[in-house]
Each structure stands twice: as C-alpha cells, then as structure tokens.
C-alpha cells in the first residue's frame, strides 16, 4: 500500500459526460500528479500539482482541468467525455520540494473509467 | 526532445534465473532521474528503484539493481533470482529537469517467470 488513495476505483459513465476524479496523497506529500494509462498512449502525464499551485502541465486536454486543495487532495475534472477517455487514471504524490529532480513518485491504486 | 525507449515488448525468464530489462533515454539536460516502475496485473504502480544522474554507483535495492552508463544513456534493470511474483509490466521512467518537472515512461516491458 503506497498511501496514495483514488476514488472511486471504477466509474463508468456516457459520453458527454462529466465525472471527478478524487486523490488523497501520502500523508506530508505537497505534490500531486496525474497520469493517464491507455493502450494506445501508454502511461502519459497529465499535469502536476505542488501545495495548491499547478507546477508543470503535459498532455492535458482542455476538456480536462485539475486543482488541489488546502489539505492537499486534488481532483481532476474530466468533461465532454469521449469513448477514447477510457483509460486507467493514476494520482501520485511526492515528499520532496518541487525544487528537485529526483523526488519519487508513489501511485495510487488508479481509478478505470469507461465511457459508453 | 526527452525520450524513453524500452525495446522489449515481452521477455521470458525461469525462476531463480537473473534477467536485464533494457531501458535507453535521450535528454539534453545535465541532471535528471532514472526510475523504474512494477505494473502487476492488478494495476497498480510500485516504485522499485531510482538512479540520479550523478550518482556514482549503480543503484540497488534487495533482488533489483540498475545498470546505469551515462555515456550510452542507458539505464536498465537487473532482477536477480527471478520469483512467480515479478511477472508483470516494467516501466522505466525519467524526470525532466528545468522549469517542468514532468516525468515520462517508456512503453513498457512484460515480464513472465516460468516455473
């Protein structure tokens, strides 16, 4: 158990649709990231959170948006939904300042959505 | 541009064997991180290993070592003793230096450990 929670663990849903992802990082973790598994993208990074602020952004669809909250969870918001948003979406969380390069990522167990 | 690259789609190894899981990268930066990452069946992501760019010595951790040579930016894995337990899929990952502080994965290797 990495400490990292997801919820919900699985969520099927319509396309056109809107659904929130929700992450708990590891206890004194500041940040948060979020990834996007699909078999055809593989595991892409979607954007990165440190104590509240956004801090780096990859492959993010507009569609999609994310924040973080005072006591450090985060969400991220997918709307619009398409069939091809069907993936396995993972949190992480990191202990060390956004400063350095090396910090270690723990995941979460990931949350499977499929839109219909 | 910064680049995984894991050549291996699928590798076979017997118990108790050692196996290497190939892992090269491409990046302009000076400093960044190497990580590999376990994906078991179940789906969850468990960090096995880091290797700094500038750390002298290869990292190891229990039955996992990292062959690092920078020159040839590769930095692949080693699991000795191979146990049922580490069939799975293999991610080797990079962290980005500079202003973003992404990391990227390569496609992945699938692991099987025969009895």
């Known amino acids: 158990d990495s400490g990292v929670t997801q919820t919900p663990k699985h969520l099927i849903t319509a396309t056109g649709q809107r659904v929130t992802l929700r992450c708990s990082p590891r206890s004194g973790d500041l940040s948060v990231y979020w990834y996007q598994q699909s078999l055809d993208q593989g595991l892409q990074f979607l954007i990165q959170?440190?104590?509240?602020?956004?801090?780096a952004k990859g492959n993010i669809l507009e569609r999609f948006s994310a924040q973080q909250f005072p006591d450090l969870h985060s969400e991220l918001n997918l709307s619009s939904l398409e069939l091809g948003d069907s993936a396995l979406y993972f949190c992480?969380?990191?202990?060390?300042?956004?400063?350095?390069?090396?910090?270690?990522?723990?995941f979460g167990p990931g949350t499977r959505l499929t839109v219909l | 541009a910064q680049k995984i690259t894991q050549t291996q789609p699928g590798m076979f190894v017997q118990e108790k064997e050692a196996v290497t899981l190939d892992c090269t990268y491409d990046t302009s930066d000076q400093s960044y991180g190497l990580f590999w990452y376990k994906q078991p069946s179940s789906g969850e992501m468990i960090f096995l290993i880091y290797?700094?760019?500038?750390?002298?010595q290869n990292a190891t951790e229990g039955r996992y070592s990292l062959n690092f040579q920078k020159a040839r930016k590769s930095a692949n894995l080693v699991i000795s003793a191979s146990q049922l337990g580490d069939s799975a899929m293999y991610f080797c990952?990079?962290?980005?230096?500079?202003?973003?502080?992404?990391?990227?994965f390569g496609a992945g290797t699938r692991l099987f450990v025969k009895a």
């Open positions: 992480a969380s990191s202990d060390v300042l956004a400063g350095l390069r090396t910090d270690t990522q723990y």
């Open positions: 959170y440190y104590n509240g602020e956004e801090r």
């Open positions: 290797q700094g760019s500038y750390d002298e």
């Open positions: 990952a990079m962290r980005e230096g500079g202003g973003g502080f992404k990391t990227i």
